[in-house]
């Protein structure tokens, strides 16, 4: 079972369910050509497509066009069910760095046929991930810059005031179908810009007070 970790700590979580939220930044639905949601697009990913810092991308023979997309990752430290959002963060125990890879290629034929595409995103080492800094040591998560490099250039740059759900609604959201349990980690969506990875590139996301990802691409 794989282990996720607060800094500066010993405390330590099994990682239970992995909840990615699609579609929160308006400039990323654009750049993609989708249509704004009107109500949050979830989706999942298991607990053994996450990969440490350090870590290799192993992107899947069957695709050719992976992207990286940059995100805000949430640890919950509490078990709740219908939560409110004025309390929504007190659920969270940590904040940190994570990529949300993507088979652009095999989930535009997936949604072409009007199939779930969830195995776009859940390939083993789909979701690189940091280790997590203290909730109490992130002033305000809904205004934190996140900036992505590959390759020492510039490919993301954005900061979660650009989130169309606050972190409270999206806890408060995906607590309504889902019951949230220590260890379950929710991805808060991406910003503009991304892109196509491949074999050799290096990547580096860094989200302000959060802390820092560096991965490569076998």
């Known amino acids: ?3 996720v970790n607060i800094k500066d700590s010993d405390k330590s979580f099994s ?10 930044y308006l400039d990323h639905i654009r750049e ?10 979830i989706f999942c990913k298991p607990a053994s497509s996450i990969i440490a810092d350090g870590g290799k991308i192993q992107i899947p023979d069957y695709s050719d066009d992976c992207h990286h997309e940059l995100e805000l990752a949430l640890l919950i430290g509490n078990t709740g069910k ?29 949604k072409g046929k009007g199939l ?12 690189p991930l940091s280790a997590f800094t203290a909730a109490e040591q992130v002033k305000n998560p809904n205004n934190i810059r996140l900036m992505l490099k590959v390759n020492d ?23 309504k179908y ?13 910003p503009a810009g991304v892109s196509r990875i491949k074999s050799g590139d290096q990547l580096y996301g860094e989200i302000e007070q959060v802390g820092s990802l560096r991965v490569s691409v076998a």
């Open 1 to 3: 079972m794989h282990q």
């Open 15 to 24: 990682v239970g369910k992995i909840i990615c939220l699609g579609r929160n």
């Open 32 to 41: 993609l050509g989708n249509q704004v949601p009107d109500r949050a697009v």
């Open 82 to 110: 219908n939560i409110p959002e004025a309390d929504a963060l007190q659920y969270v125990a940590g904040y940190g760095v994570a990529l949300d890879l993507t088979l652009r290629d095999l989930q535009a034929e997936l």
């Open 116 to 127: 779930p595409w969830e195995i776009a995103k859940g390939f083993d080492t789909s979701c």
């Open 153 to 175: 250039e510039v490919r993301q740059d954005g900061s979660t005031a650009q989130m169309m759900r606050s972190i409270e609604q999206i806890i408060a959201e995906v607590s």
């Open 178 to 190: 889902y019951r949230l349990e220590p260890g379950d980690i929710i991805l808060t969506g991406t």
